[in-house]
């Protein structure tokens, strides 16, 4: 029997607890090469490449935010409809402290605290979206019902084209 190749990460256990089917899919890292390195590499549309961003509100309360890799997040329009004053990124420092991740392998699953979880509404219209699998260079496909089933997010409208 062949041994399983799949990295054993907190995502990776706990998309396996949960029950979901996905695919694997490990690419070259590139530091600060983005959605737009992994996309080229696996060959798939940009766009079905979800980047997980991990930010805080304006009383620094963590906060997760799932958005095509082709677009920006509105922080603007995320905080109006989260009524908070402001958002922004967390340091890769705290980003690490509350996720257990490091920044470029950062995954929504498995997470060390249980952090809010806000997802462009338009990824879950998707038939299939790669995401971090919790490690640099590794991604994930899956269908994006499988993520509304097992993660809670709220979805939101704060995505603008790059």
């Known amino acids: 029997m062949a041994k399983d190749k799949r990295p054993v990460t907190p995502a990776v256990r706990a998309l396996r607890e949960a029950g979901v089917s996905f695919t694997d899919h490990p690419y070259n890292y590139e530091d600060k090469g983005g959605t737009a390195v992994s996309s080229v590499e696996l060959g798939v549309d940009?766009?079905?490449?979800?980047?997980?961003l991990v930010m805080e509100d304006d009383i620094k309360q963590p906060l997760l935010v799932l958005m095509h890799g082709d677009m920006q997040v509105s922080t603007k329009e995320l905080a109006r409809q989260i009524n908070a004053r402001f958002i922004e990124p967390c340091s890769p420092d705290n980003?690490?402290?509350?996720?257990?991740y490091l920044t470029g392998g950062t995954s929504p699953f498995g997470t060390r605290k249980t952090l809010p979880i806000y997802c462009e509404e338009t990824i879950l219209e998707l038939p299939i979206i790669y995401i971090n699998g919790g490690k640099r260079g590794y991604l994930v496909g899956l269908n994006p019902a499988d993520l509304a089933k097992i993660l809670p997010v709220i979805t939101v409208k704060?995505?603008?084209l790059k």
């Open 158 to 160: 704060a995505g603008y």
């Open 46 to 52: 940009e766009h079905c490449v979800i980047k997980t």
């Open 95 to 100: 980003a690490r402290k509350h996720t257990g």
